[in-house]
């Protein structure tokens, strides 16, 4: 059955999306099958593989929600092979008015997913900055969940929250979720406060902190613009080679946990 990973930091700005987009895509090029899903109503992801939000089809994540579609509709076929996409709309934003008094509302996107999961060898879901019902609802849909890390001053204690709400859905709904790894961003080594907050990192979780960390890279941030995954724009960037390590690195983790 398909892996299902999401992508989540309820701080805004510290590359939930830029990891979604390039792991997603770096799997895809290891010969995974993947699909990705845009879960934030700014849609980025869905535009940073160049598909336009605007093009409004009525087949979006919001549509699936709703219960208006089902998840095989809203399919899109990205331009690399493997790699399936769900996109996003601005509104998004009305599901969780509409789902607010629902029963089973924490559960509505894992029942969609389940009958496409197993077309898939992973899941990965970009989720919006914030803790409320749609972030629920993917992480009660998830197996594990890989947190991005902007390496500042205030990153740990911006963690406590999120893993509280880990927690939460884990006592409840989705016992079986875990944090599949603590990825470092952006990262800049002529910056002092960049090291130490990894070392931190490192003290405080181990062993769930990858070992690959994301470089600040120009071209990492240029990528969207021109709609594609840094693979696809520069591959001969270091951004292209951080994200194919995490990708093995995700890879393997999973490969030992299969047996
Ligand atoms: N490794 C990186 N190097 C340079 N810029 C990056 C990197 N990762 C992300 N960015 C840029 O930082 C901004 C925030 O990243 P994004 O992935 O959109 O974060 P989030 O989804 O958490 O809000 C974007 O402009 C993005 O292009
Ligand atoms: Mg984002």
Known sequence: MGK?????????????????????????????????????PQANTTSGLNFSPEDDRGRTLYEILIGKIQA?????????????????????????IEMLEWENRESVLRRALAPIRDNYDFIIIDCSPSLGLITVNCL???????????PEFFALEGLAKLIQTIRLVQNGINPELTIEGFVVTMFDGRTKVHSQV????????KDLVFNTIIQRSIRLS?????GKPIILYDVM??????????AKEVLD???????
């Not at 989540?8 to 090029?29: D, F, H």
């Not at 809203?74 to 996409?85: F, G």
């Not at 983790?253 to 047996?259: A, E, L, P």
């Open 4 to 40: 299902v990973i999401a992508i989540a930091n309820q701080k805004g700005g510290v590359g939930k999306t830029t990891t979604a987009i390039n792991l997603a895509a770096s799997l895809a090029v290891l010969e995974k099958k993947v699909l990705i899903i845009d879960a934030d």
């Open 222 to 226: 240029e990528a969207p613009s021109h």
């Open 198 to 205: 990894v070392m931190q990192l490192r003290e405080h979780f």
């Open 237 to 246: 960037n270091n951004g292209t080679s951080n994200y194919l390590n995490l």
């Open 72 to 96: 095989e509709d809203a399919l899109i076929q990205t331009e690399l092979q493997n790699l399936h996409m769900i996109p996003s709309h601005i509104n998004l934003v009305g599901a969780e």
């Open 253 to 259: 983790k999973n490969s030992q946990n299969n047996g």
């Open 140 to 150: 009660t849909a998830a197996d594990s969940v890989i947190i991005p890390v902007q």
